[in-house]
């Protein structure tokens, strides 16, 4: 469902990602795990289709994004880390905007729309204007924007940023049901908990090179860490990179 071929971005000298290739299939949801400044979000903006790769390509849901970045964006859900929104509009307006953009037509669109206020738990709020809401609402609102037009693939940094406890076990539920219908989630997150508990696999980047990908527990067995909760592995596999001659 998603592929990332050795994918390489470079600002000048710094080499912000480098040659990082990854398959996720359907159905997935995959952590993506590292450093502040080790690539997490440059990958994420490039799979987005903010930023265009120095190297290498990604094909979502066969749709090489270069090519075809329409189709690719078509089946793409993001959801960035920060919530932007057009704050002197209702929460109904907004998403009423962002169905205008994908092109859905109005009687599926407003149907999809009072689906997802519910399921957010926004209903009640989504005629107030966006300007009054708290930053986890924000968040909720971004999420229903993004699942709006029923994508394949939903690329997200950071999810639980500014949800309460309550908004955060939410979240999850949702990833969880999207997934088991055969969703893709692609998920940059440093709440290794979260990740750990949700993520079929994980991947940990680090100075722009994936240095380790695999279940919990197999990563666990990579440092010999069995029993330790992952944010120990992460500490060691993380540390023994840095170590490393010449890093």
């Not at 994004?65 to 907004?94: C, H, M, N, W």
């Not at 037009?149 to 940023?161: A, L, Q, S, T």
């Not at 695999?214 to 067995?221: C, I, K, Q």
């Not at 990579?222 to 909760?229: D, K, L, R, T, Y």
Request: hydrophobic share 45%; charged share 25%.
């Amino acid at each position: 469902m998603i592929s990332l071929i050795h994918l390489t971005k470079r600002f000048g000298r710094l080499i912000a990602v480098d040659d990082v290739s990854l398959e996720i299939p359907e159905g997935e949801i995959f952590g993506f795990l590292g450093p502040n400044g080790a690539g997490k979000t440059t990958t994420i903006k490039i799979m987005a289709g903010i930023l265009e790769p120095t190297e290498g390509t990604v094909i979502i849901d066969g749709k090489d994004l270069a090519e075809d970045p329409v189709g690719a964006k078509q089946v793409t859900g993001f959801i960035p880390d920060r919530a932007f929104v057009y704050e002197k509009l209702s929460g109904i307006e907004f998403l009423q905007f962002v169905a205008s953009i994908y092109g859905m037509d109005k009687h599926r669109s407003e149907a999809r729309l009072a689906e997802l206020l519910t399921l957010f738990e926004m209903d009640q709020w989504g005629r107030d204007l966006i300007e009054s809401y708290s930053h986890g609402m924000k968040q909720r609102i971004v999420m229903s924007a993004a699942l709006l037009h029923e994508p394949k693939v939903i690329v997200v940094d950071e999810p639980m940023v500014g949800l309460d406890p309550k908004g955060v076990r939410l979240v999850k539920t949702i990833f969880k049901s999207l997934a088991s219908k055969g969703v893709s989630i692609f998920m940059s997150t440093h709440t290794l908990v979260v990740a750990e508990e949700l993520c079929d696999r994980i991947g940990i980047i680090h100075k722009g090179r994936l240095i380790a990908i695999g279940s919990a527990s197999e990563l666990r067995e990579i440092v010999g860490a069995e029993g330790s909760n992952l944010e120990a592995v992460f500490l060691r596999l993380t540390d023994d990179v840095r170590s490393e001659p010449g890093v």
